[in-house]
Nanobody, 127 residues
């Protein structure tokens, strides 16, 4: 079993920055792939970024490439999502998720493959 606790959401103006944190605990094998997903009002939840912890490989959806960065602090069992140049369309509930996936499936960010989810943290970007 894996437990995930997110923090760092908030409200910011367009062009601003936020950093989300996801601290994991529990079975290490179940969190080899860490991902960030988001769900905007009226839309389906989508993958944003993911990281294969063992190799440090990172993957991003096209809409956030160059603006968002996923990183890890192994000593703190924490994964971060650094969000820069935020846009109003980035407004959503952001979720951290974990899975025992290899690099290929981690890159795919298919939600059914992630059994562990955090409670979500709201990000609101105003124009």
């Amino acid at each position: 079993q894996v437990q995930l606790v997110e923090s760092g959401g908030g409200s910011v103006q367009a062009g601003g920055s936020l950093r989300l944190s996801c601290t994991a605990s529990g079975y290490y094998g179940g969190r080899q792939c860490m991902g960030w997903f988001r769900q905007a009002p009226g839309k389906e939840r989508e993958g944003v970024a993911s990281m294969f912890i063992g190799g440090g490989m990172t993957y991003y959806t096209d809409s956030v490439k160059g603006r968002f960065t996923i990183s890890q602090d192994n000593a703190k069992n924490t994964v971060y999502l650094h969000m820069n140049s935020l846009k109003p369309e980035d407004t959503a509930m952001y979720y951290c998720a974990a899975a025992g996936l290899g690099p290929g499936l981690c890159a795919a960010q298919r939600q059914p493959g992630f059994p562990y989810w955090g409670q979500g943290t709201q990000v609101t970007v105003s124009s």
